[in-house]
């Protein structure tokens, strides 16, 4: 079974490490870390500026034209990685996902952006600016990745007819029944969240729960949400049958040490 991470893939510093400490950890394993573009500067631009879609069908065809994965993998999203390896596994069901372990993944949006990586960075202040100023036109949908899984409660009916990528994956306008039995086909969807996030906005996106409707204090859990009382995507089945983890963890976003990692994410990947 092969193992494979998203997201910043080959910097040593983010997916590098990640990808060298679980290789060190599990003897034998093979690790495929996916590069959204040719070099890690393209990787991050497009973790910035690519649509998700894009990015989503660039995977679900790096993933298909590999013959170790024939039999099933298992997979690791970090921060917006999170989300957008569940869009493949509701979107490409071969090769197929085993477990999915969201590591401070935003399943549910956010509606924030407190502490953009690279908080002195212009490219920060310049998403702020866009999302602040039309998160849901065409132009910024289309071209700035935090605006695809941008939920705003306060306009609801705004997100729902213009988000290109979070709208669609979370069933908001119809329910696509293949999402739904796709996702159930996952043995383990696991979620980790940073009980001290500063970055993420709410952090109970973490854990697929996010800002009630119509306002932006008060919060809802997953099993509180219209998502999982009515079941679009199948969270409340899945919940039923043991398949859905909810992890923890102290500290602020991404931020873990080693021995937390080999203790609490390794088991799912032996």
């Known amino acids: 079974m092969y193992q494979f991470f998203i997201n910043f893939c080959c910097n040593p510093l983010s997916m590098g490490s990640i990808k060298k400490m679980v290789e060190e950890t599990i003897p034998g394993i093979d690790v495929l870390s996916l590069m959204i573009g040719k070099t890690v500067i393209?990787?991050?631009e497009n973790g910035f500026f690519m649509d998700v879609n894009e990015q989503v069908s660039m995977v679900c065809s790096q993933l298909a034209q590999?013959?170790?994965l024939k039999d099933g993998y298992n997979a690791m999203g970090f921060s917006q990685g999170g989300q957008f390896l569940r869009a493949v596994a509701q979107r490409c069901p071969s090769p197929p996902m085993k477990t999915l372990i969201s590591v401070g993944?935003?399943?549910q949006g956010v509606y924030?952006?407190?502490k953009c990586p690279g908080e002195s960075s212009h490219i920060c202040d310049w998403i702020r600016k866009k999302l602040n100023s039309g998160a849901y036109t065409d132009i910024v949908q289309k071209h700035l990745v935090?605006?695809?899984y941008w939920h705003d409660p306060l306009n609801d009916d705004l997100y729902k007819k213009h988000s290109l990528f979070l709208a669609d994956i979370n069933q908001e306008r119809v329910v696509n029944e293949t999402y739904k039995k796709n996702l159930?086909?996952?043995d383990k969807f696991v979620m980790v969240k940073f009980l001290q996030d500063s970055v993420v906005d709410p952090a109970d996106t973490e854990w697929f729960g996010f800002l009630k409707t119509g306002q932006a204090k008060e919060t809802e859990t997953l099993q509180e949400s219209v998502l999982y009382k009515e079941d679009r995507l199948g969270l409340a089945a899945?919940?039923?049958a043991?398949?859905?983890d909810f992890l923890g963890t102290e500290g602020d976003h991404l931020q873990f040490t080693r021995e937390w990692f080999n203790a609490k994410l390794v088991p799912y990947l032996r």
């Open 238 to 240: 899945m919940d039923a």
């Open 42 to 44: 393209q990787d991050t």
């Open 146 to 148: 935090q605006a695809q």
């Open 184 to 186: 159930q086909l996952l």
């Open 112 to 114: 924030g952006l407190p």
């Open 105 to 107: 993944g935003q399943q």
């Open 242 to 244: 043991g398949k859905l």
């Open 66 to 68: 590999d013959p170790k």
